[in-house]
C-alpha cells in the first residue's frame, strides 16, 4: 500500500525550476503603493488629519511600503535565484 | 455604522491587489508540469517563503479578527493562543518531527499514518482531514462575505461568488505554489495594514500606559493586562481557566496536534526544496507568530478602549474591532491597503483549505483507493477537479458556520474532535516503534470520541462555570476552558487506546518501519556524509532555541 507515485517513462519531468522569483512582486507592490500613499499623504486634508490622531498616516505608510519594496528589489538584484538542479531531477524526489 | 468610506483611491488600490492575485496564479501555471508540481510545489521553494507562508495560512482573517475580539473580550491572556500555545510546537515540528515527515519522501500527513500503520487509520484520518478543510474553507468564504457586506455593503452571494472565484483561479492555475505565493504576499499585505491602526491608536489612547488606564476603567478591568493571573486550580478566575487547562490542553494538546499534524500547515514545509529548509519552515514562521499579537490583541484592547459599548447588548460585537478601528482611524489610501489585506487574509485561510484539501482527496483518497496506478499527468487533472470541487462544497458549506455566533469557538470545536487525538497517535508512532497497526485507528477513533463526550458532559459540570457554579441555562460556560479540557480528555483516551490496543496486537516488522519511527534509520536515506551542512546561522536546534527563548522573556514580562 506504501507504494511510491507511477514515475514511469511518460511522467512529464517537474517544471518548477520554471517558477518565478516571488521578491520581484512583493518588491513591485510595495513600491507602487508606497508612491501612491506617499503621494497621497502631501494632500492629507485638516480632517483626516484628526481622523488619525494627527499622523499623516499616509506619507508614513506611504515611505514604509517604499522602503520594504525597495528592500525586496535590491534583494532580488544582489542575490538572484539560482535554479542549480540537475536537469534530470524529477521532483519526485528519486 | 460599520460601512466604510470607501472612494476610488480605496479601489483602486483593492483593484492592483487583486489584479496581481490572479497574475501569481498564470505565472505560476509556467512551473506546473507533474502532479508534484501543482499539489507539493514540486517541492522547490526557498525557507523564507515555505516559512511565510506556514504562518500565513494560519493568520486568515477569522483568525485575526477572532483574536482582536479575544484581545477585547479576554485581554492580554489572549496571548497564550500564540506563545504558549504555538510557539512550542512549532519549535518541535522542525526540530523533531519535520526529518520523519520530509525525510520518509511522505506527500502528505495521512501519507505517513499509512506508511506507519494500515490503510484504515489512513482512510479515517484523510476523509475527517478532508471533511474539516472543506467546512472551514466554507466558514472563511462566508465570513469574508458577512465582512464585505457590512464593510462596502455588496450583497452576501455576490461576495461568496467573486471571493471564490479569485481563490478558484489562483488555484487551479498555479496549484501549491499559486497558494504560497499569495500567502506571503498576503504576509505583508496585512502587516502594513494592520501597523497603521496600532500606531494611531495607541497615540491616541496616550501610549500604553494610558491604553492601561483607559482598560482599567471598562468592564475587562486591570487584570486585562495580566496573563498567569488566577490560573489556581479549583478557583480559577482567568478568563482562559486555569493553568492545566492552558498548559496541557493548549499548550500541549491542541497546539501540538494543530501546529505538527495538520495538513495545511504541514504541507507547506513538504514544499521546501530540501530537508534543511523543511526543517526551517515552521521556525522561521514562529518568529512572526511571537509578534502578531501585537497587532491582533492590542486593536482588540484599544477598539474596547475608544469604541463605546463594544461587546454590551447595545454596541458592536467584539468581532468587529479591527473593522471599527480602520474606519475611524483610517484616511482614504491606508484604507485601501487595511481592507486589501482584510481580504486577502480571508481568500488564505479558504485557500490553505483548499490547497491542502486537493492534495489529500488527490493522492490519498482518489490515487490510494479508487483510481490506481495511472500516469502522472491524469492525477494533475484530478487535482485541478477536485480543487474546483472542494470550492463548490465550502460555498455550500459556507451557511453552517451561520448558527454560531463566535466563528472562533466553532472553529476549535472542529479542530478539538478532529485534531486534539492526533497528537497521541502521532507521538507514539515516531517514538515507540511497538505501536501496532490497528491501534492507529482504534486510538484516533478513541480521542474523537473522549473529545465529543467530554464537550457534551462539560455542560453539566460547575468547574468549568465562572466562580465555578453551575448555571442551569449553560450560557456562561467558559467554553474555551471546556474546549481545552475536551482536548485532554481526547490524548488520554488516545493514548490509553492506543497502548492497550498495541500490547494485544501484532505490530509492523521493523524492516518496515524505517524512517518513520525514531531510532529506525531510512534505508533509503543518502549518506548523512554526503548532504552539505547548513550553515550555522541556518540550524534548526539554533533558529527554534531562539524562538522559544524570546517567548520565555515575553511570558516573564508581561506575566
Known sequence: MSEVPDTGAETPQSAAARLFDLRVLIGGLFVLYGIMLTVAGFFTTPEELAKASNININLWMGIGMLVIGTFFLAWWRLSPLRHDQPPDATGTGL | ?559
Open chain 2, 1 to 559: 455604522m460599520l460601512r466604510l468610506h470607501v472612494n476610488p483611491f480605496d479601489y483602486t488600490i483593492l483593484g492592483i491587489y487583486f489584479a496581481l492575485v490572479i497574475a501569481i496564479g498564470v505565472i505560476a501555471r509556467r512551473a506546473v508540469a507533474t502532479s508534484e508540481d501543482f499539489l507539493l510545489s514540486g517541492r522547490s521553494l526557498p525557507a523564507w517563503v515555505t516559512g511565510l507562508a506556514f504562518i500565513s495560512a494560519n493568520l486568515g482573517a477569522i483568525e485575526i479578527l477572532g483574536m482582536a475580539a479575544n484581545g477585547a473580550q479576554y485581554g492580554l491572556p489572549t496571548v497564550h493562543f500564540y506563545w504558549i500555545g504555538a510557539v512550542p510546537a512549532m519549535v518541535f515540528l522542525g526540530v523533531v518531527m519535520m526529518p520523519f515527515y520530509y525525510g520518509s519522501r511522505v506527500r502528505s500527513v495521512p501519507e505517513f499514518l499509512l506508511r506507519r500503520f494500515n490503510p484504515a487509520t489512513h482512510l479515517f484520518n484523510a476523509l475527517t482531514f478532508a471533511l474539516a478543510a472543506v467546512l472551514i474553507a466554507g466558514v472563511n468564504l462566508y465570513a469574508l462575505a458577512l465582512v464585505i457586506n457590512a464593510l462596502i455593503g455588496w450583497p452576501i452571494w455576490l461576495s461568496i461568488v467573486i471571493s471564490a472565484f479569485f481563490v478558484l483561479a489562483y488555484i487551479t492555475l498555479g496549484g501549491l505554489s499559486g497558494a504560497i505565493y499569495n500567502e506571503v504576499l498576503q504576509f505583508f499585505v496585512i502587516i502594513a495594514g494592520l501597523v497603521p491602526l496600532v500606531v494611531i491608536g495607541l497615540h491616541s489612547v496616550g501610549g500604553w500606559s494610558g491604553l492601561q488606564d483607559k482598560i482599567s476603567h471598562t468592564k475587562l478591568g486591570a487584570s486585562a493586562f495580566s496573563t498567569w493571573g488566577g490560573v489556581g486550580v479549583g478557583n480559577w478566575t482567568n478568563p482562559l481557566g486555569d493553568w492545566i487547562g492552558i498548559v496541557f490542553g493548549l499548550g500541549f494538546v491542541l497546539s501540538f496536534g494543530y501546529w505538527t499534524t495538520n495538513f495545511a500547515e504541514v504541507q507547506r514545509a513538504l514544499a521546501a526544496k530540501d530537508l534543511n529548509a523543511a526543517q526551517r519552515t515552521p521556525l522561521i514562521g514562529a518568529y512572526p507568530k511571537i509578534f502578531i499579537p501585537a497587532l491582533t490583541i492590542i486593536p482588540g484592547l484599544i477598539a474596547l478602549a475608544v469604541i463605546p459599548n463594544l461587546g454590551t447588548p447595545k454596541g458592536a460585537t467584539y468581532n468587529d474591532a479591527i473593522p471599527l478601528l480602520m474606519g475611524k482611524y483610517l484616511p482614504n489610501g491606508a484604507l485601501g491597503v487595511a481592507l486589501a489585506g482584510l481580504l486577502a487574509a480571508f481568500m488564505a485561510g479558504m485557500a490553505a483549505n483548499v490547497s491542502s484539501f486537493n492534495t489529500v482527496f488527490t493522492y490519498d483518497i482518489w490515487q490510494t483507493y479508487i483510481r490506481r496506478g495511472r500516469r502522472d499527468r491524469y492525477y494533475l487533472q484530478v487535482g485541478r477537479v477536485v480543487t474546483v470541487v472542494g470550492i463548490l462544497i465550502g460555498i455550500g458549506t459556507a451557511f453552517i458556520a451561520s448558527g454560531y455566533s463566535n466563528i472562533m469557538n466553532y472553529i476549535q470545536l472542529l479542530f478539538s474532535f478532529f485534531n486534539a487525538p492526533l497528537f497521541a497517535t502521532f507521538i507514539l508512532a515516531m517514538f515507540w516503534k511497538r505501536t501496532t497497526p490497528w491501534a492507529g485507528i482504534a486510538g484516533l477513533a478513541a480521542g474523537t470520541i473522549g473529545a465529543a463526550v467530554m464537550h457534551f458532559v462539560g455542560y453539566d459540570i460547575a468547574y468549568f462555570y465562572p466562580h465555578q457554579v453551575l448555571d442551569p441555562t449553560h450560557a456562561t460556560i467558559n467554553a474555551q476552558m471546556l474546549n481545552f479540557y475536551g482536548a485532554i480528555a481526547a490524548f488520554v483516551a488516545d493514548l490509553v487506546v492506543t497502548v492497550i490496543v498495541s500490547l494485544a496486537t501484532k505490530p509492523k516488522p521493523v524492516s518496515e518501519l524505517g524512517g518513520l519511527v525514531w531510532g529506525l534509520p531510512d534505508p533509503n536515506a543518502p549518506d548523512p556524509a554526503s548532504v552539505p551542512k547548513p550553515a550555522w546561522w541556518a540550524s534548526p536546534k539554533l533558529l527554534g532555541g531562539i524562538a522559544l527563548g524570546i517567548v520565555l522573556v515575553l511570558s516573564i514580562i508581561f506575566a
